[in-house]
């Protein structure tokens, strides 16, 4: 992208996200706990009811975007933008997205989730419908497994992109920002 497209993108975002009061602050690092604390404070999970996790990625040579959209059992959104900078593949991408969006509703405490992904290959994969080939794809479909296990049940589906704006829009911020060395949270909303 050459500069003055970077410039005019950055201008219609401001445009568009001008009416949510959206203040951003560079942070040098964010510790985990902190955030922990953060969305458990915001919401008390109940066990009995399902929640969403919409998940989307976007991955370039200078690093990843990672968007992340919880949705309540009672419809409340929490909303997380991530950049992740390391060169990986759009696949490995997808991967972090849904790891991402496990460690979201693990800090929340929700215990019964659907995760909608528009990837095919990385729903079919851990639906174990699709075979993982690649040692990098099994080592992420391990992580996952592992990490979902302290969920009392949880599934992901394939959505069409049209399904997956919200997290679109956050992958496209996240992937906008400069390169730092940690992650970054831009938005959380209710």
Excluded at 41 to 58: I, K, L, T
Aim: glycine fraction near 4%.
């Amino acid at each position: 992208m050459t500069h003055s497209e970077v410039s005019g993108q950055m201008i219609k975002w401001t445009v568009e996200l001008g009416e949510y009061d959206i203040e951003y602050k560079l942070r040098v690092a964010i510790k985990k706990q902190a955030l922990s604390d953060f969305l458990s404070e915001m919401v008390q999970p109940d066990e009995e009811e399902v929640w969403r996790v919409f998940v989307d990625e976007a991955s370039s040579l200078a690093g990843c975007g990672v968007g992340v959209v919880v949705i309540t059992p009672l419809g409340e959104k929490i909303k997380l933008a991530l950049r992740i900078d390391s060169s990986v593949t759009k696949n490995e991408a997808e991967y972090e997205a849904v790891l991402a969006g496990i460690r979201a509703a693990r800090e929340v405490g929700a215990s019964q989730i659907i995760f909608y992904s528009d990837s095919q290959l990385i729903t079919q994969q851990i639906k174990s419908v699709y075979e993982a080939k690649n040692d990098m794809m099994l080592k992420y479909l391990q992580l996952i497994k592992a990490q979902s296990e302290i969920f009392v049940d949880w599934s992901i589906e394939q959505i069409p992109r049209e399904e997956n704006e919200e997290a679109d829009a956050l992958v496209k911020m996240a992937a906008s920002l400069s390169k730092v060395n940690t992650w970054e949270v831009l938005h959380v909303s209710r």
